[in-house]
């Protein structure tokens, strides 16, 4: 479950100097706290507090724990869902967690260990149980070989369109949501409409920060630390950066900042899906450039035709090779439209998806602030959604899934299966 954590503390500075091994604590208990603080606090460990699961992911970047301890209850974020934001976050995605709990029946501790966490201690626990649970934890760690991290190689993927209204932001919300729950891997959604982006409201999600709060630092100052603290967190697992709440702020995200924030997420996430406005502004093209796929939405209708074909010569001239662009016919009206065929042979490209009429399971979504993708068990609309995120997926993560797939994975399997025995 996890690797080595050497003796020397991460903040120091000189090398081979001995330092207490930062320990974080989370627990919405003030009691609690204290009580574990001074069973732990001494020489070796300088402990960390934390009152919420949102306060704990803002703290381990710069407190850089080598051990964790979480509440499993919790208000707006129980241990469990703390657990799990923090097995996908480089700096503790292998050191050991122990969850504290009042709830003693095995579900509970299954529970915990389907998390991520490495042991269980039951409420009211002994400070010498902990202090030697503790122990024993940290003293794995440091005898256990160590093994570099594999580097993350992220897929950028843009989402994009010269016409509004053709579903961008639909489309975006629903793969990044997908993708979350394919892969339980940290994956980012960017709302780059930075004049009037929606994703935040799409996803249910209180606007607390934006891009605008990144723009208030120089490019310089930005670190990772700085990057976590703005993020919104999806109850998918999917982390959020949202476009400003005001108009006015829009102006104030520079190219420079995008880059930045796009260096320090990409060591970070495996997937990071760019929600894009319809132009072809300076931070537009600094996604579009990293993207490894484009997904070039329009509608059944001359003028969207028409706004794909300006695009597609755009990326010419940019030099984008045409495997990088993928055609998304999107029917978002239910009457009669341009035809697939006739659409291709204008842009001279195939479609590679299309997405039919759904309107009544979209208004809903938009409404309720649940992306379809959350209800892909249940909903063909959803189910759609899932299967896209499948299709957009790293090639090895389907051709080599994980030992314990997803519910989302088992079910996205299940289709392409069910697509290829039909077709025999």
């Known amino acids: 479950m996890y690797r080595v ?15 207490p091994l930062s320990i ?23 402990v960390h507090t934390a009152s919420s699961g949102a306060e704990a992911l803002q703290k381990v970047g710069s407190v850089r724990p080598a051990l964790a301890i979480l509440d499993v209850m919790m208000p707006d974020m129980d241990g469990y869902e703390l657990c799990r934001r923090l097995r996908q976050l480089p700096v503790t995605a292998h050191i050991p967690i122990l969850m504290l709990t009042a709830f003693s029946e095995i579900d509970e501790r299954m529970k915990a ?33 160590a093994e570099p991290a594999p580097e993350i190689q992220p897929k950028h993927i843009a989402v994009f369109s010269l016409r509004g209204g053709v579903g961008v932001s639909t489309l975006a919300v629903n793969l990044a949501v997908g993708l979350a729950q394919l892969w339980k891997l940290p994956c980012l959604l960017t709302d780059m409409a930075f004049l009037n982006g929606q994703d935040a409201v799409m996803l249910d999600l209180p606007l607390r920060h934006t891009w605008a709060d990144l723009a208030k630092s120089l490019p310089e100052n930005i670190d990772g630390e700085v990057l976590q603290q703005i993020m919104l967190h999806h109850q998918s697992g999917l982390d959020v950066l949202a476009a400003p709440k005001k108009a006015e702020e829009a102006e104030f995200v520079t190219a420079e900042q995008v880059t930045r924030a796009f260096d320090l997420a990409e060591p970070q996430y495996h997937y990071i899906i760019n929600d894009l406005p319809h132009d072809f502004s300076v931070t537009t093209l600094l996604a579009l450039d990293r993207a490894d796929v484009i997904l070039l939405l329009l509608a059944p209708d001359l003028a ?18 045409a495997e990088k662009i993928h055609l998304v016919l999107n029917w978002i009206f239910g009457g009669k439209g341009v035809a697939r065929k006739e659409i291709e042979t204008a842009l001279r490209q195939p479609v590679k998806v299309v997405i039919p009429n759904v309107p009544e399971a979209l208004v809903t979504a938009l409404t309720m602030g649940k992306p379809l993708a959350l ?19 790293k090639e090895e993560h389907r051709a080599s899934p994980p030992a314990a797939p997803s519910p989302a994975l088992l079910r996205a399997q299940e289709r392409v299966h069910k697509r290829q025995q039909q077709k025999n």
């Open 113 to 145: 260990f389907d998390s991520g966490a490495d042991d269980f201690i039951a409420k009211p626990f002994q400070p010498q149980e902990l202090l030697a649970r503790v122990k024993v934890h940290l003293r794995r760690t440091q005898t256990v070989s």
């Open 304 to 321: 969207s035709v028409r706004c794909a074909a300006s695009a597609l010569d755009v990326f010419q001239t940019l030099g984008y090779p």
């Open 5 to 19: 954590t050497s003796v020397t503390h991460p903040n120091s500075k000189s090398k081979g100097t001995i330092m």
């Open 24 to 46: 974080l604590v989370v627990d919405d208990n003030e009691m609690t706290l204290k009580l574990v603080s001074a069973t732990l606090k001494g020489d070796e460990y300088e």
């Open 375 to 393: 209800e892909a068990e249940t909903s063909p609309a959803g189910a759609l959604f899932e299967d896209l995120a499948y299709f957009w997926s």
